[in-house]
């Protein structure tokens, strides 16, 4: 599912316009996305949980010359399936 379809979803399911929905869907990806730039943990329950970690700096290797490289230490974004989200 792509975000054009998710917003279909959402406005069937909702009873909203395509307009509405995709503001809507905007709005929670910009909220999560700023709390987690912030370092705070999003928890949906039912869903699951947003958070963000530190990845320390790691020697890697370049797939074409072989050579090694030094990657960078940086943060990343992990997601935490909840009990409910179950397939």
Same mark, same amino acid.
Request: proline letters at 3%.
């Given at each position: ?26 709005? &929670? /990806?910009?909220?999560?996305? #700023?709390?987690? =730039? ?5 928890? %949906? ?23 090694? &490289? /030094?990657?960078?230490?940086? #943060?990343?974004? =992990? ?5 409910? %989200?179950?397939?």
């Amino acid at each position: 599912m792509n975000k054009g379809e998710l917003i279909s979803a959402i406005a069937a399911s909702a009873g909203l316009t395509k307009a509405d929905s995709e503001k809507a869907l905007n709005a &929670i /990806t910009a909220s999560i996305s #700023k709390s987690l =730039k912030k370092g705070e943990r999003v928890g %949906l329950v039912g869903f699951g949980s947003f958070s963000v970690s530190q990845r320390a700096k790691r020697t890697g290797r370049n797939p074409q010359t072989g050579k090694e &490289i /030094t990657i960078p230490a940086k #943060k990343v974004v =992990k997601f935490k399936p909840g009990a409910d %989200l179950s397939l």
